[in-house]
């Protein structure tokens, strides 16, 4: 069974671009784009259902998550869950940017837009059927605006919008920014039964480090982080990161714009410091 206390030098390429996104009270969202630029191009017809702001919030939602990994391991505590769930999130998000962003064509990128949308909006009319909400002010329902954005993919003429899937959209958007579809996906489902409790992650993608004998035979097992399983997932997302910042400067800027984009800033970040590894069972000890 290992001992070894957890590392963690494998997530600093990660935290260093998600410190760099940090402003003083908030991320520094993506800039809005050009008038001039394709990314706008795409949007003009597609009005407040625009790819942009779906980009844009994807953007800040996957650095939310990648810092909630940054804070937990500056806090020094590190439990064989938390840094799946939260990468998995943050690999999602960013994913969903890219194949937002890389569509062939700009009917195909319109449509993706369209159905994120279209199956965003009919999240929100279940939950206002569930809850009883009605919105105020003249506001439209999520009904209402779901037939709004069908009205707009009717008008372009495009393909019927689909309900995107996340493999599908990683497996899509894994090669846009060079990395190998299939291993993404099986990280990405390691990641998924760790959000979801399941156990076979455990046995597969963390390191025994205890186990306690019961009655009739049982063994409860203490686990800890596997870095060597968890590596590709933080790997991953600092890439899929990168070129989701890359990719949007060059959709989004008209073409010799300068480029001014959040993260400019130089910072230095400190070492991960002294941490506790918090066995699934909820006992900790000094790493």
């Not at 760099?20 to 191009?41: F, I, K, N, T, V």
């Not at 804070?71 to 990468?87: C, F, I, K, M, Y």
């Not at 999240?123 to 605006?145: F, K, V």
């Not at 066995?279 to 900790?284: K, M, T, V």
Request: aromatic residues 6%.
């Amino acid at each position: 069974m290992s001992t070894q206390a957890f590392q963690g030098a494998y997530l600093l390429p990660l935290f260093h671009a998600i410190e760099q996104a940090r402003g003083e009270d908030a991320y520094q969202q993506l800039p809005a784009p050009a008038p001039a630029s394709s990314l706008a191009a795409d949007d003009a017809p597609l009005g407040v259902y625009c790819a942009a702001h779906l980009i844009r919030s994807s953007y800040t939602a996957g650095l939310a998550h990648a810092d909630a990994l940054r804070r937990l391991t500056a806090a020094g505590e590190v439990d064989p869950t938390s840094p799946w769930t939260l990468l998995r999130g943050a690999l999602e998000n960013f994913a969903t940017a890219l194949w937002l962003l890389d569509g062939t064509g700009r009917s195909e990128r319109r449509r993706r837009a369209l159905s994120l949308w279209d199956e965003d909006m009919r999240n929100r009319h279940q939950h206002e059927t569930d809850t009883g909400y009605l919105p105020s002010g003249g506001g439209m329902s999520g009904a209402q605006r779901r037939a709004e954005i069908r009205a707009i993919a009717d008008q372009l003429g495009l393909a019927p919008l689909t309900a995107p899937r996340t493999h599908q959209i990683l497996l899509t958007a894994a090669p846009a920014a060079g990395l190998p579809a299939v291993k993404v996906c099986a990280v990405w489902r390691a990641a998924s039964g760790f959000a979801h409790g399941r156990y076979w992650p455990n046995l597969r993608a963390s390191q025994p480090r205890a186990a306690m004998a019961e009655t009739g035979g049982v063994h409860t097992i203490a686990f800890v982080i596997d870095e060597d399983q968890h590596r590709p997932l933080a790997e991953y997302c600092h890439t899929m990161l990168s070129r989701l910042q890359e990719h949007y400067a060059a959709r989004a800027q008209a073409h010799g714009q300068r480029s001014d984009w959040p993260g400019r800033r130089k910072k230095t970040l400190g070492p991960l410091g002294h941490h506790r590894v918090l066995h699934i069972d909820g006992r900790a000890e000094e790493g």
